[in-house]
Every structure is written in structure tokens, then in C-alpha cells.
């Protein structure tokens, strides 16, 4: 089954950290640029960062400059967003996303004082 499953999501209190996880299956995992997107209730889905196959060219939303990292694992077929420094208005639903691959089911952050 292609697909992908986020996970590592979860409660955070301002300047905490989350380490965001993506596993992909039933594709060739090594061969796609991987994305993460953030989406607020009410709004649209919007780029947080991304990355390519061999992870030579990443590229990070301004708001993730400095505090977000994006990294992947080929071997694991996983891609991770290590975020830092949370802050309120980081709280949303996290996908990842490869072309021509259905969108999962996200995966929660709420961060709050």
C-alpha cells in the first residue's frame, strides 16, 4: 500500500521541542523530494520544509528558519522535522507529502503556556 504515516506529534509548552517522524511505504522512497506542511483549522495547508532524494538541496518556510530542521533516513524510508523553540502559533497538524502519494492522516502539535 503506498502511503505515509506521520507520528511524534503531541503537547508542548513554549521553547520545547518535538521530533516529528514520516515512515512511506509501497514506493521508491529514496527516489522523491519529501515535504512537510503544517494546516491550521480554517486555513490552508501551508509549506513548512523541504528536502531532496539524497538530501543536497533542503529549503525551510521563513518562519522555520533556525528552528526547524528537516532530515531523512533513505534506509528507514523516514523523514523527520525536528522543531524547536516552539511557539503557540506552531500548533497544527503536520503532514508529510511525495508526489503522486495520497496524503496521510497528520499528526497533531499543540503547543501551549
Known amino acids: 500500500q503506498v502511503q505515509l504515516v506521520e507520528s511524534g506529534g503531541g503537547l508542548a509548552q513554549p521553547g520545547e521541542s518535538l521530533r516529528l517522524s514520516c515512515v512511506g511505504s509501497g514506493f521508491s522512497f529514496s527516489s522523491y523530494g519529501l515535504t512537510w506542511y503544517r494546516q491550521i483549522p480554517g486555513k490552508e495547508r501551508e509549506l513548512v520544509a523541504g528536502i531532496s532524494p539524497r538530501s543536497s538541496e533542503i529549503n525551510y518556510a521563513d518562519f522555520a528558519k533556525g528552528r526547524f530542521t528537516i532530515s531523512r533516513d533513505n534506509s528507514k524510508n523516514t523523514v523527520y522535522l525536528e522543531m524547536n523553540d516552539l511557539k503557540p502559533e506552531d500548533s497544527a497538524v503536520y503532514f508529510c507529502?511525495?508526489?503522486?502519494?495520497?496524503w496521510g492522516q497528520g499528526t497533531q502539535v499543540t503547543v501551549y503556556s
Open positions: 507529502h511525495a508526489p503522486r502519494v495520497p
